[in-house]
T-cell receptor, first 110, second 117 residues
Framework: RKEVEQDPGPFNVPEGATVAFNCTYSNSASQSFFWYRQDCRKEPKLLMSVYSSGNEDGRFTAQLNRASQYISLLIRDSKLSDSATYLCVYNGGSQGNLIFGKGTKLSVKP | EPEVTQTPSHQVTQMGQEVILRCVPISNHLYFYWYRQILGQKVEFLVS????????KSEIFDDQFSVERPDGSNFTLKIRSTKLEDSAMYFC???????????????FGPGTRLTVL
């Protein structure tokens, strides 16, 4: 089983749409989870950490379900600038090495 | 805002040659990492470095790879004898480490694109 599985997309949505991404992970011992954003040929940048209680940052909401080993990201009121690849990531060890999914590509159209 | 920097932005080399990729982490950070991303693939962990030694490494990080922190600012990745399959984007990252247990945000540099011919 792959460590992190994501739907590669692409998700093509109009501006203003709500879009949701899901991710499953295999390591049940993982403690820390994140969503990163990566623009084409750029470095990954942290979008938000993910907590069991769910957390929201503006138009972005992340949720973690440990029992199902499932993480989600909801983007409301999509902007053109949200177009990017969204990476599901977890902390793979005590030294903080990150395990990345392959990413889900989002394209927001005018 | 402090940032991680990497040089060069693009390195072209012949198969079998040695390359050194350079990184300057954020100055008060304690944990340093190298990752690579082959074109069209996921970002993969290579190695973590703390307290002047390797703290963890992946299967990818074999004897052809080494890391060094030669002074208080630079963090380098050396590939001794490059192979075609080493062609990838190499990202350096650093983390403050204040939150312990491996948590805390990792800040990534812009990457070095390595092309092995």
């Amino acid at each position: 089983r792959k460590e992190v599985e994501q739907d590669p997309g692409p998700f093509n949505v109009p501006e203003g749409a709500t879009v949701a991404f899901n991710c499953t992970y295999s390591n049940s011992a993982s403690q820390s989870f994140f969503w990163y954003r990566q623009d084409c040929r750029k470095e990954p940048k942290l979008l938000m950490s993910v907590y069991s209680s769910g957390n929201e940052d503006g138009r972005f909401t992340a949720q973690l379900n440990r029992a199902s080993q499932y993480i989600s990201l909801l983007i409301r009121d999509s902007k053109l600038s949200d177009s990017a690849t969204y990476l599901c990531v977890y902390n793979g060890g005590s030294q903080g090495n990150l395990i990345f999914g392959k990413g889900t590509k989002l394209s927001v159209k005018p | 805002e402090p940032e991680v920097t990497q040089t060069p932005s693009h390195q072209v080399t012949q198969m079998g040659q040695e390359v050194i990729l350079r990184c300057v982490p954020i100055s008060n950070h304690l944990y340093f990492y190298w990752y690579r991303q082959i074109l069209g693939q996921k970002v993969e962990f290579l190695v973590s470095f703390y307290n002047n030694e390797i703290s963890e490494k992946s299967e990818i990080f074999d004897d052809q790879f080494s890391v060094e922190r030669p002074d208080g600012s630079n963090f380098t990745l050396k590939i001794r004898s490059t192979k075609l399959e080493d062609s990838a984007m190499y990202f350096c990252a650093s983390r403050a480490g204040t939150s312990g247990g491996g948590g805390g945000e990792q800040f990534f540099g812009p990457g070095t694109r390595l092309t092995v011919l």
